[in-house]
């Protein structure tokens, strides 16, 4: 299977209905899935999914370019499926064990 060598865009993905009905229960803005996907480190999560995981890392990487979501944004994974859909948008407090580096 092939990964996407290009980061998404939100405006690019279509959103599931758990994804819409998680990130609103969530709290998790446009602007913050924009910079999980566009700062994230990218790992598999099976089934052909690439989950995008903004931790600590990445956060103080990426700080100059993060400044006013960081604090929202700092461990938020957003789950995208091989045909470009978000399929579920979550807090985490690190990746998750089956997940492995893309």
């Given at each position: 299977?092939?990964?996407?060598?290009?980061?998404?865009?939100?405006?690019?993905?279509?959103?599931?209905?758990?994804?819409?009905?998680?990130?609103q229960q969530r709290g998790i803005a446009d602007g913050?899935?924009?910079?999980?996907?566009?700062?994230g480190d990218a790992y598999r999560a099976g089934d052909?999914?690439?989950?995008?995981?903004?931790?600590?890392?990445?956060?103080?990487?990426?700080?100059?370019?993060?400044?006013?979501?960081?604090?929202?944004?700092?461990?938020?994974?957003?789950?995208?499926?091989?045909?470009?859909?978000?399929?579920?948008?979550?807090?985490?407090?690190?990746?998750?064990?089956?997940?492995r580096a893309a």
């Amino acid at each position: 299977m092939t990964f996407p060598t290009s980061r998404p865009q939100v405006t690019e993905l279509k959103m599931t209905a758990h994804a819409s009905t998680r990130r609103q229960q969530r709290g998790i803005a446009d602007g913050v899935m924009e910079a999980v996907l566009a700062f994230g480190d990218a790992y598999r999560a099976g089934d052909g999914c690439i989950a995008y995981f903004l931790g600590e890392q990445a956060v103080r990487r990426h700080a100059p370019s993060l400044r006013r979501v960081a604090d929202r944004a700092r461990n938020v994974a957003v789950v995208v499926s091989g045909d470009g859909a978000v399929v579920t948008v979550q807090h985490v407090p690190r990746p998750k064990k089956y997940w492995r580096a893309a």
